[in-house]
């Protein structure tokens, strides 16, 4: 019954945002010329992002300030700080100075499973070639959507003048900090190699030593709470608040010759006319990314093709497809096509809270505006993580002192990767709770209790969580909130994400309810608008003996529907009870009873599975709800 309750949870997020068959994950990549093999010096930039499907690997890249014009451009497959061989060419992909299309496993050049597999591992790199540097002028690493950090000598506290650099992509994971760190071009042999705990600007104490972690250039393991030097949950929060970095030291700078601070994923802003309100006919484009950090909103905007020189750009306060206000100017941040800066709540336009949760909605957008287009020539929103989540079962009753669990499941609908992700609870009941990821294929428990962990664009997150009672009180629906730092919280819907809990002082009846539809997709179809439709519900009493009056209803929304039910002989599924509105019956400690429940529509009723929905509650004989569940309900 376990495994059942974290399949059917997610059956049923895929239902409410109906999900396509594949997932679909971010990558970015920062395209300059310090990561060619050797390092160019040049001033050409750009920016990149890819979304890796079951079509393919979408890719978006606009570069600018080359050096003369571009001969080639490729997809390579290697490490930072490798060079590697030509895997798939897009230089007819470019229009102006931006390159779109999809990666096929079809194309002539095909994206192999080899290849996804190198992807996955940060392992592929795009690469310009110019005239004055045929073998490349700006080069960018193509990295999973995760917690990065840029190594380098200006980070040192004080700096230091080296051509080396790195780079690091981290995941908060079950087993705790996964870590993947590749440098080049330091003056000797690497020393030391550490994890530090300090503030961006400041040396902070070692935390973890990665010294023997390195094979060549590149350190890849876990960081795990077992370790000699463990993973404490103070230093996940450090990790959260910014505060790790990693340093790597040489014979000629025992300090450390590079850098980096550990930061958040970024966001994505893909450019164009078309997201204009209203639309505009232009073959100007740009790529965007933005990093929420301690520090402040760190972005990186790279545009091309415009009808003319740049009179405005800004951020903007408004959701996808309406004009918002403008809240952040970076016309000044432009040289050239490229503008990067940090945006902090100390600017003359602030960084405000407000601003923050308006990013975690996805309701900030880039705009780029000339004098042909004073209102905005193109347009980019920034896409944050999307969360949507399910509990199961939906009703406990228990007595204080006795925890009641549960499984919860949260899908990121997004591209980019969701962080610290976790739950919890605020409704302000005499309880405890707690939470731990599962393995959703065997229910079996992973990773630490009560750690974050982050979840990768297109895929799921299941955890236990279970809420211990400190006092007595009545059955009441407690939201359980699936929240992740980057992204606002999973919204609320009663009998779908919360738990109907109750504390009692004596043992009473604790019914857990499950249902199955026909179609096991959790959607019970009223053929036409007057036909019925049925669906089961199995139960199991893991409390004490007692009677229940076992109802069916359509919640707090009104349906033209009739709903009736009987109690069903659980190996043919026959009624062995009359078809009514309630069943009495007396369900015993560790009884196991079945119930047929029937509706009849009299009118159409839409497919919105969050909201419509047929509840099926087990009362006590004084009117408390000791077990519910519900499924979707449509018209077909």
């Known amino acids: 019954m376990k495994s059942f309750s974290v399949v059917v949870s997610t059956v049923v997020l895929l239902l409410i945002f109906r999900q396509p068959a594949d997932a679909q994950t971010q990558f970015t990549a920062k395209i300059n010329g310090p990561q060619q093999v050797p390092g160019i010096s040049t001033s050409a930039s750009g920016t990149g992002v890819f979304v890796l499907s079951g079509a393919g690997l979408r890719f978006n890249v606009t570069i600018q300030g080359l050096s003369g014009p571009l001969l080639s451009a490729h997809f390579h497959n290697e490490a930072f700080g490798v060079n590697g061989g030509i895997v798939r060419t897009i230089t007819g992909d470019f229009v102006g100075s931006t390159a779109s299309g999809t990666w096929a496993p079809t194309d002539a050049e095909p994206l192999t499973g080899a290849l996804v597999t190198a992807l996955k591992a940060g392992n592929l790199y795009v690469n310009f070639h110019t005239n004055a540097n045929p073998n490349g002028e ?38 705790g900090l996964n870590f993947n760190v590749t440098v080049q071009g330091l003056s000797g042999p690497i020393t030391q190699a550490h994890f530090h705990n300090g503030a961006r600007g400041a040396n902070g104490a070692i935390v973890r ?84 950090t301690p520090e402040g909103l760190r972005f990186n905007v790279t545009i091309q093709g415009l009808s003319g020189g740049i009179v405005a750009a800004h951020f903007h306060n408004g959701a996808r497809g309406a004009n918002g206000v403008i809240v952040r100017t970076i016309t000044g941040d432009f040289v050239g096509n490229s ?41 980019g929103q920034i896409a944050s993580p999307i969360l949507f989540s399910a509990v199961l079962p939906s009703s406990r009753s228990v007595q204080v002192g006795t925890p009641a669990t549960a499984f919860g499941t949260t899908i990121n609908a997004g591209t980019a990767t969701a962080v610290d992700c976790q739950l919890s609870q605020n409704i302000g009941l005499p309880l405890s709770f707690t939470f731990q990821t599962t393995d959703p294929a065997t229910n079996a428990v992973t990773g630490v209790a009560d750690r974050a962990v982050d979840v990768f664009g297109g895929l799921p997150q299941s955890f236990v969580f279970a809420a211990t009672p400190t006092g007595a009180f009545s059955p009441t629906d407690i939201p359980i909130l699936f929240s992740c730092s980057n992204t606002s919280n999973a919204a609320t819907n009663s009998g779908l994400n919360t738990l109907l809990l109750s504390g009692s002082t004596t043992p009473t009846p604790d019914i857990v309810a499950l249902a199955a539809t026909i179609g096991n997709d959790g959607i019970v179809n009223i053929p036409g608008t007057g036909g019925t439709g049925v669906f089961s519900v199995a139960t199991v009493n893991v409390g004490a003996s007692g009677a229940i009056v076992a109802s069916a209803d359509t919640g707090a929304v009104g349906l033209p529907v009739a709903v009736t039910l009987c109690q069903t002989n659980p190996p043919t599924g026959l009624c062995i009870s009359s078809i009514s509105s309630s069943v009495t019956t007396t369900i015993n400690a560790s009884e196991t009873p079945t119930f047929g429940i029937f509706v009849t529509g ?32 449509r018209t077909q």
């Open 339 to 379: 503008a990067s800066g940090i945006w902090t709540s100390t600017d003359a336009e602030p960084l405000t809270q407000d601003l923050i949760d308006a990013l975690k909605a996805g309701n900030l957008y880039i705009n780029v505006h000339t004098a042909a287009h004073p209102d905005g020539e193109i347009r």
């Open 602 to 633: 009299s009118g159409n009723v839409d497919f919105s599975p969050a909201v419509n929905r047929i509840f099926v509650r087990f009362k006590d004989e004084g009117g408390d709800t000791r077990g519910s569940t519900s499924v979707a309900v």
């Open 138 to 175: 700006i080069r960018g690493q193509v990295l999973p959507s995760a917690r990065n950090d840029e190594l380098d000598g200006t980070q040192q506290v004080p700096s230091v003048t080296t051509t080396a650099s790195g780079l690091g992509f981290f995941t908060l994971a079950d087993a």
């Open 209 to 292: 030593t990665i010294t023997g972690d390195f094979v060549g250039n590149v350190a890849s393991g876990t960081w795990k709470s077992t370790d000699a030097e463990p993973l404490t949950p103070a230093l996940v929060n450090e990790l959260k608040n910014g505060n790790i970095y990693v340093n790597v030291h040489t014979a000629a700078n025992s300090g450390g010759e590079i850098r980096g601070q550990i930061a958040p994923p970024p966001l994505a802003s893909e450019l164009d006319g078309i997201q204009q309100v209203p639309a505009v006919s232009t073959s100007g484009s740009g790529v965007g990314l933005v990093t929420l």
